[in-house]
C-alpha cells in the first residue's frame, strides 16, 4: 500500500528489509518493486546485496546494517512521523518530505506499582521481548557467568529468543544453568509481575537501527531499574532514568553495574522512579494523539510540498526548503 498511496509514513523502526522479505515470500509484496526501489535509494551495490539475499546467501538482518531499508517507505511518504531523534535525522538527509519527531506512547497503568525489592536472597535479573543476537543476550550470559562466584543472582528470560538451543547450550558450557531460566513467551501478567520484582531488567541493543524501544516504556511502567546501550534513541534518555553502558565496553560496564546493585538492590530505585516520571509525562497516549492530530491537519500542506519537492528532483531545480 505504501508503494502505491501517498500517505503519512509512521517509520517506527528503520531496518525493515526483514518486513520486505518476508512480504516478497508471502506475494504481498511485488520483487520488481522491491528491487527498483533498492536501486533508486543505493543504486546497483544496493541491488547486488538483495539479489544475495534473494539467493540465500546473505541474511536479511545483514543487509539491513548496510542497508536499513527504510527509504523503501518513502517513495510516496507525504510526511513521516517518527519515535527517534536518529531516525528523523536519517529521513532528513536522504530526502525532503516533512517529518515529525513524537515520542513513542504507551498506557500507563493507573496506580504506581508499590514494589519492595527485597536486599534479601539472589538479585533478579530480567530479559525479554523478541530476542536477536543485537539484544546481547549472549554477552550478558558471559558476564554473568564470570560473576558467579561474587555475585547470588538469578535471570528469567522470556521471549522468542533467535537461537535458543545454542543460548541453552552456552549456559550450560557457562555453568550457570541452575541461575538462568529459558521461560519462552509468557502472559502479559506474568511478565509485569518478574519486571516489578527485578532489581536489574537489561535493554541494550548493538547494533541499533534507531528504534524506539517499547520494551523500556513497559520497564518504567513496572517501576523498573534497567541498562541499555548508549546509542541511538537510548543515548537520548536523560542519565537519571536509566544505566548507560558504552558498548565498546560492554563487558566491563555490565558487571560494575551489576555489582553495585548486588551491594547496594535499593541503587536503582531513583532511576526505576525519575523512569516513571516520564513514562506518565512524556509518553502519555493523549499527548501523542493530539500530536498526530496536528500532522493529519498538515496533511494537505504537506502533500503540496512532497509533491513540488519530486518535481523539482531534476539538476538545476534548486533545493527546497523543508517547513
Not at 62 to 71: C, D, Q, V
Not at 196 to 219: D, K
Not at 253 to 265: H, N, T
Amino acid at each position: 500500500m505504501i508503494q502505491r498511496l501517498p500517505t503519512i509514513v509512521v517509520l517506527h523502526d528503520m531496518a525493515i528489509q526483514e518486513l520486505c522479505f518476508d512480504g516478497m515470500e508471502r506475494g504481498l509484496l511485488d520483487q520488481d518493486v522491491y528491487l527498483e526501489n533498492m536501486r533508486r535509494a543505493h543504486g546497483q551495490a544496493g541491488v547486488e546485496a538483495a539479489k544475495l539475499v534473494l539467493g540465500h546467501e546473505m541474511g536479511a538482518r545483514a543487509l539491513a546494517r548496510t542497508y536499513p531499508g527504510f527509504e523503501l517507505a518513502l517513495t510516496h511518504a507525504v510526511s513521516v512521523v517518527t519515535h527517534s531523534r536518529v531516525a528523523q535525522q536519517s529521513v532528513d538527509t536522504v530526502s525532503d518530505v516533512p517529518t515529525y519527531l513524537l515520542d513513542l506512547p504507551f498506557r500507563p497503568s493507573l496506580r504506581r506499582p508499590e514494589v519492595y525489592r527485597s536486599g534479601l536472597g539472589p538479585l533478579r535479573l530480567v530479559q525479554f521481548g523478541y530476542t536477536g543476537p543485537n539484544r546481547r543476550l549472549e554477552s550478558v550470559l558471559r558476564a554473568l557467568a564470570s560473576l558467579k562466584h561474587e555475585v547470588d543472582f538469578c535471570f528469567d528470560v522470556m521471549g522468542k529468543l533467535w537461537d535458543t538451543g545454542y543460548l541453552r547450550n552456552l549456559v550450560n558450557q557457562l555453568g550457570i544453568e541452575s541461575r538462568v531460566t529459558f521461560h519462552g513467551f509468557v502472559d502479559e501478567g506474568f511478565l509485569d509481575q518478574k519486571l516489578q520484582q527485578a532489581h536489574l531488567v537489561f535493554n541494550l541493543r548493538s547494533p541499533t537501527m534507531g528504534e524506539a524501544s517499547g520494551s523500556q516504556l513497559r520497564i518504567w511502567n513496572a517501576c523498573a531499574a534497567s541498562v541499555v546501550t548508549n546509542l541511538g534513541w537510548y543515548a537520548d534518555l536523560p542519565d537519571e532514568t536509566v544505566f548507560k553502558i558504552n558498548p565498546d565496553r560492554e563487558a566491563e560496564e555490565l558487571k560494575s553495574i551489576v555489582r553495585s546493585l548486588y551491594a547496594d538492590p535499593s541503587r536503582g530505585k531513583r532511576k526505576a522512579l525519575a523512569g516513571r516520571g516520564r513514562l506518565e509525562q512524556i509518553h502519555n497516549p493523549a499527548r501523542y494523539a493530539a500530536a498526530i492530530k496536528k500532522v493529519a491537519e498538515k496533511f494537505s500542506q504537506d502533500a503540496a510540498h512532497s509533491l513540488l519537492g519530486s518535481r523539482c528532483s531534476f539538476p538545476g531545480c534548486g533545493t527546497l526548503n523543508r517547513r
